[in-house]
């Protein structure tokens, strides 16, 4: 079974970038079928979809978050990675990987998710 | 106003039904979309529920019990979430989502209790 973990710094000061990398495990990035995404949660609020990446490295960024992210895919390592630039204290949130199948020219659910990582923004 | 808006609380009795409502904006045509529902317990990861945009067009995550089911109500303009013989287990946090002008969007959540 198919399962994404997180791992990064929990600590980032402010202007600086926020670098965090998903770890694909019991399948292949590169098997194609699905996008890799990035979704985070602010303390004690809901979700927010900051973007996602097929294996050929084709992105859709969050329009709000655009000007900042940038997710790439190593399918040598089986990974993910997220950056987000210039970040502040609103940047501070539980971020978690996930993956949504793709068919039928349709993306799916998020159907599997990592556990989370709390990233903190303060200097 | 949101995409997506969900009223922020929701009470039922074990045993009882539970309707969660996700209304879009309006002038989005709640008809056109396939709404995504998923359920997070307190300190968990969110979990995928299943999808509906018609009763053709559907899906229930895997593993994911038949009183979960979805539907909607185009008088109102929303997609809804319908549990049927809630248990204590179903005490969650859910949010709906739609994939929207090229993002997805997710609703800001209802917070189900079960007392």
């Known amino acids: 079974q198919v399962q994404l973990q997180e791992s990064g710094p929990g600590l980032v000061k402010p202007s600086q970038t926020l670098s965090l990398t998903c770890t694909v495990s019991?399948?292949?990035?590169?098997?194609?079928?699905?996008?890799w995404s990035w979704i985070r949660q602010h303390p004690g609020k809901g979700l927010e979809w900051i973007g996602y990446?097929?294996?050929?490295?084709?992105?859709y960024y969050n329009p709000s978050l655009k000007s900042r992210v940038t997710i790439s895919v190593d399918t040598s390592k089986n990974q993910f990675s997220l950056k987000l630039s210039s970040v502040t204290a609103a940047d501070t949130a539980v971020y978690y990987c996930?993956?949504?199948?793709?068919?039928?020219?349709?993306?799916?659910?998020?159907?599997?998710w990592g556990q989370g990582t709390m990233v903190t923004v303060s200097s | 106003q949101p995409v997506l808006t969900q009223p922020t609380s929701l009470s039922a009795s074990p045993g009882a039904s539970a309707r969660f409502t996700c209304t879009l904006r309006?002038?989005?045509?709640?008809?056109?979309?396939?709404i995504y529902w998923y359920q997070q317990k307190p300190g968990s990861l969110p979990r995928y529920l299943l999808r509906?945009?018609?009763?053709?067009?559907?899906?229930?995550g895997s593993g994911v019990p038949s009183r979960f089911s979805g539907s909607k109500d185009a008088s109102t303009n929303a997609g809804l979430l319908l549990i049927s013989g809630l248990q204590s287990e179903d005490e969650a946090d859910y949010y709906c989502?739609?994939?929207?002008?090229?993002?997805?969007?997710f609703g800001g959540g209802t917070k189900l209790t079960v007392l």
């Open positions: 996930a993956r949504a199948p793709y068919g039928g020219n349709k993306v799916g659910a998020f159907d599997i």
């Open positions: 019991g399948g292949s990035i590169s098997s194609g079928g699905y996008y």
């Open positions: 990446i097929y294996y050929s490295g084709s992105t």
């Open positions: 309006s002038g989005i045509n709640v008809g056109t979309y396939r």
């Open positions: 509906y945009k018609s009763d053709s067009d559907k899906q229930q």
């Open positions: 989502a739609i994939w929207y002008s090229s993002t997805w969007v």
